[in-house]
């Protein structure tokens, strides 16, 4: 059973940074694209930003420019997501999500395999 699950969310300052991270189980995660998404309480669901097979990195959100990273471990199956200099508007549920290959422009159609998500709160 392909299985991706997130970790590493929680309360951050703002300003302050977390890692979330997304270990597969089930397939092996080099034959994936690993997007994360984001989804802030009555809000719609947001493309941050897709690591591809191959390490190409396609980035959906403007907001995070500049503050967020994308990466992949293969040799321990898990991709990161580093997010720095967070702000209040950070806030949501984090998701990953694994595709063939990361698309040119945000869609969460091609993804599969969606996580539980870790829940970021960035409040003072």
């Known amino acids: 059973q392909l299985q991706l699950v997130e970790s590493g969310g929680g309360l951050v300052q703002p300003g302050g940074s977390l890692r979330l991270s997304c270990a597969a189980s089930?397939?092996?995660?080099?034959?994936?694209?690993i997007g994360w998404f984001r989804q802030a309480p009555g809000k719609e669901r947001e493309g941050v930003l897709c690591i591809s097979k191959g390490g190409g990195i396609t980035s959906y959100a403007e907001s995070v420019k500049g503050r967020f990273t994308i990466s992949r471990d293969n040799a321990k199956n898990t991709a990161y997501l580093q997010m720095n200099s967070l702000k209040p508007e950070d806030t949501a549920v984090y998701y990953c999500?694994?595709?063939?290959?990361?698309?040119?422009?945000?869609?969460?159609?091609?993804?599969?395999?969606w996580g539980q998500g870790t829940h970021v709160t960035v409040s003072s």
């Open positions: 999500a694994a595709a063939n290959d990361c698309p040119y422009y945000y869609s969460y159609l091609p993804f599969g395999s």
């Open positions: 089930g397939f092996t995660l080099d034959e994936f694209a």
